[in-house]
């Protein structure tokens, strides 16, 4: 795990985590009143992270995963195969672990809830009973915020923003296109899955033109101001890729948000009324929730507000939401979140089924972003429920984000931890053993 300990990357992914004494007795407690059906729908690091916890925790009870795919392919790190610094296997994982845990994985999808007679009823026919059921399904994509762009036209102008077939073909069109030739790649607005994510692929597109196809061209078009870890980027965008990149960002001036796209000519249109022209193009638009939680009742908007102490909605109850899907005010969408958030959610379920009190929530997220080879930046902080500005929220404490100038060792070692805490979540989340 490139030097680093277990015990290290546990506490990377396990700040906050329920403790293997903590579970085994609550669970004791659960079995002896005969509940313990525990349904959880989605099996990305929060689903997954639950499903391992909850029967692991407690072997006894019933836990069941209900996933579409067979093999999980990570959206963090993707930019890295994108960047040809990994392999599409490194980053895709099956659910042997969970499943020789004794977790019943369901590969099909969830197409209703009734929260009433707590039933999750399956696209196959099947209808599971729950006790407690979890929803961690990630996001579905906004289509409909830019005119041209639907699910038949990301075949041809990929978003790559779930990851799996979408990422290989992102890959597979810059290594088709010819050197010489011009990448677009058009950011999200807010709020969106992985805040730095855009601007870590910015760099890994331009890295393998750079290294592949250094004639080419890569035209960011952003419709923010600002973002995540801006001054290390735009550092890096200068030093590493100046030559290549093109970066457009919205002024008070120039609206750089992408309107309207055409996928036979690959001719995108911005909101200002700039045209640009692609070889390969890139279109992330805005994100919401997965659609079960609409079926769930459980969202206010694109999103779902939850208990921030246990992350059960704040809608129905005995139902949890977690992960991208959830607001969970300045804790950002990450696969980190939802690995922590996973964690206190896991020992709330096994609090309730046993009638005793959680522990207190602590939540942590870090996200590293590769700059280049051995150059990796990261943001973080610790969350606790708090009120700012008159909300009740989770309310960020300790917070760091690496600086522009620094040593490149820093960087180095940077890369170095994210690498150990990827190996880390993966095996947490997927009970696998890490290597």
């Excluded at 870590?200 to 952003?222: F, N, Q, V």
């Excluded at 984000?401 to 170095?416: I, L």
């Amino acid at each position: 795990m490139d030097g680093f300990t277990r015990r290290q990357v546990g506490k990377m992914i396990g700040a906050g985590a329920l403790t293997a004494a903590g579970t085994s007795s609550l669970a004791g407690f659960a079995i002896a009143q005969g509940k313990g059906k525990v349904v959880i729908v989605g099996g990305g690091p929060g689903g997954a992270t639950v499903a391992h916890q909850v029967k692991k925790g407690a072997p006894s009870l019933d836990v069941t995963l209900v996933e579409v795919r067979k093999e999980y392919t990570t959206c963090f790190y993707s930019n890295l195969y994108i960047g040809g610094f990994r392999t599409f296997d490194s980053i895709t994982h099956t659910y042997d672990g969970l499943k020789k845990l004794g977790v019943n994985v369901v590969h099909d999808t969830a197409v209703g809830v009734d929260a009433g007679k707590k039933t999750v009823k399956l696209q196959g026919g099947k209808t599971l009973d729950y006790d407690k059921l979890v929803l961690s399904p990630g996001i579905d994509l906004k289509y409909e915020t830019i005119e041209g762009y639907t699910p038949e036209a990301a075949d041809i102008m990929p978003h790559a923003w779930k990851a799996g077939p979408q990422t290989k073909l992102l890959r597979k069109q810059l290594e088709a296109m010819k050197d010489g030739g011009t990448v677009i790649l058009a950011a999200p607005d807010n709020p969106y899955r992985c805040p730095p994510g855009p601007y870590e692929r910015t760099c890994m597109i331009a890295h393998y033109l750079k290294t592949k196809k250094p004639k080419s061209k890569l035209i960011l078009l952003d419709p923010k101001k600002s973002f995540s870890k801006q001054p290390v980027f735009m550092e890096a965008f200068n030093k590493y890729y100046k030559d290549i990149l093109q970066v457009n960002l919205t002024t008070d001036i120039d609206n750089f948000a992408v309107v309207k796209v055409d996928a036979k000519t690959r001719e995108v249109v911005t909101k200002d009324g700039a045209k640009f022209k692609a070889d390969v193009a890139n279109i992330i638009p805005k994100q919401k929730a997965g659609k079960i939680v609409f079926d769930a009742g459980v969202n206010e908007g694109d999103w779902c507000p939850v208990k921030l102490e246990t992350f059960e909605s704040a809608k129905v109850s005995d139902i949890y939401v977690l992960g991208d899907a959830s607001s969970a005010s300045e804790m950002p969408k990450s696969g980190f979140s939802a690995n922590s958030q996973a964690k206190v959610v896991a020992t709330s379920i096994l609090a309730a089924l046993a009638g005793k009190p959680a522990f207190p929530p602590r939540f942590r997220n870090t996200c590293w972003s590769l700059l280049a080879p051995g150059d990796s930046v990261k943001v973080g902080a610790n969350y606790t429920p708090g009120e700012k500005d008159g909300k009740k929220m989770l309310v960020s404490a300790d917070s760091f984000v690496s600086k522009p100038g620094e040593d490149a060792k820093v960087r180095a070692d940077n890369a170095k931890e994210a690498d150990g805490w990827y190996s880390g979540i993966v095996s947490d989340s997927f009970a696998k053993q890490a290597s």
